[in-house]
């Protein structure tokens, strides 16, 4: 298992600068984002579509450090209900999937999308509760006639281009929780599945290593994401955890985003690598740093040093002790 970086915190500076960087902190993959919220500070996804050997260049930059690409990165809403902007991020998705195709890369890493909750709605509507009925039925229209003809059409590229979609789950967003993302993935194929960002999950009171087997037994997890989350009592048992407080005001906040071992002990990281791997899961751990209280190179270098102790370097042994 890899410790990997989403490398969007060092876009500021040049990618040969972020990758000496990582390669000094032992880290084994990086994320690129190529469009979206991410953006592409370290990847121009359209001229490296057109120029083989900037890929060249790119991968052979990557490897002078001893990085792989885990993913590449872009998350925006294929499914918003303003024609033109669900284009450029449709646009960038299946350039994204054709690009990982290109560089050899298994995974693009993305959201699911969140549509209007009727035709003719400028505004998406992530809906929480089937009453009033209303509720529900613009559930079933984002489901039914928006989300499964545009992810079955998505899928059918991904599959051409042999690029796995890692859906991350995300509150307001369609899918944000394991079952949602199954049913997506069922309605679908199996190029569709999981970024699992266990951030999200924290706040929403799911347990992470029972999420974690819930997707493995379905060969839906096809990237994670390593970023903590810590909910702030204090907050949350006057006003929950469903917060519209600013990210920056962080004393009043229910719930924060924050460094790993920050949020969580090591003890609970140690059990989120070793249930990974009771599920079959090999891949990059990609630190993705979005903790306020300190900066992106401290966040970034503290959580590298907790995972270093928890991720196994080896292949599993056999159960000689059980022959």
């Not at 891949?283 to 740093?289: D, P, R, V």
Request: aromatic share 8%; with cysteine; glycine share 10%.
């Amino acid at each position: 298992m890899d410790i990997g970086v989403l490398t969007v915190p060092l876009g500021g500076e040049p990618i040969g600068d972020a990758a000496a960087y990582l390669d000094g902190l032992g880290v084994d993959a990086v994320e690129l984002g190529v469009g979206g919220w991410p953006g592409e500070d370290h990847v121009d996804r359209e001229r490296l579509l057109g120029d083989g050997e900037a890929r060249d260049e790119l991968l052979g930059l990557l490897d002078e450090y001893g990085l792989r690409i885990s993913a590449l990165a872009t998350h925006n809403n294929p499914l918003h209900p303003d024609e033109e902007r669900a284009a450029a991020a449709d646009r960038e998705l299946r350039e994204a999937i054709e690009l990982a195709d290109l560089l050899g890369v298994d995974a693009v890493t993305c959201f699911s999308g969140l549509p209007a909750g009727a035709p003719g709605d400028s505004t998406p509507n992530w809906v929480t509760a089937p009453w009033p009925t209303e509720h529900a039925d613009a559930l079933d229209y984002q489901w039914d006639e928006v989300a499964v003809p545009y992810w079955r059409d998505l899928a059918k590229h991904a599959a051409h281009h042999g690029v796995d979609v890692a859906i991350e789950m995300h509150p307001n967003m369609l899918v944000y929780e394991p079952t949602g993302m199954a049913a997506l993935r069922e309605a679908t194929n199996e190029r569709i599945g999981a970024n699992f960002d266990p951030s999200h999950l924290y706040w929403q009171g799911i347990d992470v290593t029972e999420a974690i087997r819930f997707l493995g037994e379905r060969d839906a997890i096809h990237h994670v994401h390593a970023k903590d989350t810590r909910v702030y009592e204090a907050n949350s048992r006057v006003k929950g955890v469903l917060d519209t407080t600013g990210y920056a005001e962080e004393a009043d906040r229910s719930w924060l985003f924050r460094s790993i071992g920050y949020g969580h002990g090591e003890e609970h990281w140690k059990d989120v690598v070793s249930t990974l791997r009771m599920v079959g899961y090999e891949g990059a751990l990609s630190i993705e740093h979005e903790d306020s209280l300190t900066s992106a190179r401290e966040g970034l270098e503290k959580a590298v040093d907790v995972l270093d102790r928890a991720v196994f370097e080896t292949e599993p042994g056999d159960a000689y002790w059980a022959e």
